[in-house]
Structure formats: C-alpha cells, structure tokens
C-alpha cells in the first residue's frame, strides 16, 4: 500500500506541474491511440508454486494528456490476458497445466518524456486497476483428481492451486514501462514499450486457515502503438 500511495503522489505531482506549465508558455497537447502486443505472465504464489511463463495478448485504447516539455498522463483501457503455466520438470514434463485469466484493465500512469521533436524516449509509471473477465484452463491430465493420475509429482510441490475457485475478480498494482515513440509528421506518431505489472490483490482466499497467503499476478508486455495528435 505504500508504494500505491508513493504511485498516486507522483501522479498528482505531475499534474500540478503540468497546470503550472499550462498556465505559463507552453502549449498541452492531447492524443488518442490504440496499442497491442504480447505478455508473459506468472503468479507469485505463497506457499510458492512451480511455474514458468504463460504467454498471451493484450490489446486497447489510449489517450494521452502531456506537455510539450517532459510530463503528461496517459489512461488505457485494455484487454490483457495473464496467468500462469506450471512446471513440472520432476516429471520429464510429461504433464501440461496453463491457466488464463482475462482482465479488462485500466492504468493511470505519469508519462515522462525525453528527446527531440522526432524521436522521444520515455518512462511510464502508476496505479492500474482490472476487473477479470474471463478464466480458463488448458490440461492434458485431471486435475481435480491429480491423486489418482499414474506418475504424477505428488511429492514436494504445491497442487491446490490448480483446481481452486477464483474468489477475487478485482485486481490492482503498479505499472512501469520504458518506451520510444517515433513521431512520422506533428500528428502521426508510433510507440513501442515494455512494461511490468506487479499486482498487489490476491486472486484465492488469503486469511491464516487458507491454502495461500499470496496469491497476486505479474506480467511483463511488450506492446505496439500508434497514437494521433488531437491538440
């Protein structure tokens, strides 16, 4: 919750700058865009989990307030799949377990930028908010009864996880990407960032008699964008 509070504190440093930059000589501008790319996602499960990176998608909408020197915002609205894929190395990987959840989700991040009027690099970074909207699992074995499946890991790893029920749809984090935006003429520019996602909510129940204490989502993107010069 702290780094949530330090987050929302920038944030609103950014926009005071911006209002006083507003009010003296220089002109904001406003752009709207859309954006796609990949992700690859885990979970950082405690009592922890084997697991390696699940690969999906994101897609969405931008827009984008800033100024012409250095600070703007950026808001997102976004399809993002994430999740997770165990590991089961012990087993020669004879068996496969991938979980997807699909979360609409919405950033708010400071936007800083640096360069010149063709080409800027730049650094994102703030809360972000998702809603779950989907949860699907992929199995090559049953899962709900791994017990009794010949040859599975039972020993020395954690399997609850694969058959528990989601409890917690609402998600909420913090985002920080690094990008470059190429602009082709005043009002025509494209994007392309990397960002990571560290959640702070727990999909699985967490209290002292619960499987997990923690049980939040990760995802790294690297996404593509274009974004048009409204102002």
Not at 1 to 30: D, F, G, N, Q, W
Not at 33 to 42: D, F, L, Q
Not at 80 to 91: D, I, V
């Amino acid at each position: 919750m702290r780094c949530v509070r330090l987050i929302l504190m920038l944030s609103a440093l950014a926009v005071s700058c911006m209002a006083v930059r507003a009010e003296t000589h220089y002109k904001p501008h406003i752009s709207v865009g859309a954006k796609g790319g990949m992700t690859y996602s885990k979970m950082s499960f405690y009592p922890s989990v084997k697991q390696s990176m699940l690969p999906g998608m994101i897609i969405g909408a931008t827009f984008s307030y800033a100024e012409e020197k250095i600070f703007g915002l950026t808001a997102e609205l976004c399809i993002e799949q994430r999740g997770w894929k165990e590991n089961f190395e012990e087993a020669n990987e004879q068996f496969q377990y991938s979980r997807r959840l699909t979360y609409i989700q919405l950033p708010l991040l400071t936007h800083i930028s640096f360069g010149s009027s063709r080409f800027k690099g730049y650094v994102n970074l703030g809360p972000e908010i998702a809603y779950m909207i989907g949860n699907s699992i992929s199995s090559n074995f049953d899962y709900r009864n791994y017990q009794s499946v010949p040859g599975f890991p039972v020993q020395n790893r954690m399997n609850d996880q694969m058959a528990m029920d989601i409890k917690n749809k609402f998600d909420y984090g913090i985002s920080g990407g690094l990008g470059m935006e190429y602009f082709v003429n005043r009002r025509h520019s494209v994007t392309l960032e990397g960002r990571f996602y560290y959640g702070l909510g727990n999909i699985y129940p967490d209290k002292k008699k619960d499987t997990f204490s923690a049980s939040r989502g990760m995802s790294i993107q690297v996404t593509l964008g274009y974004n048009l010069r409204l102002k």
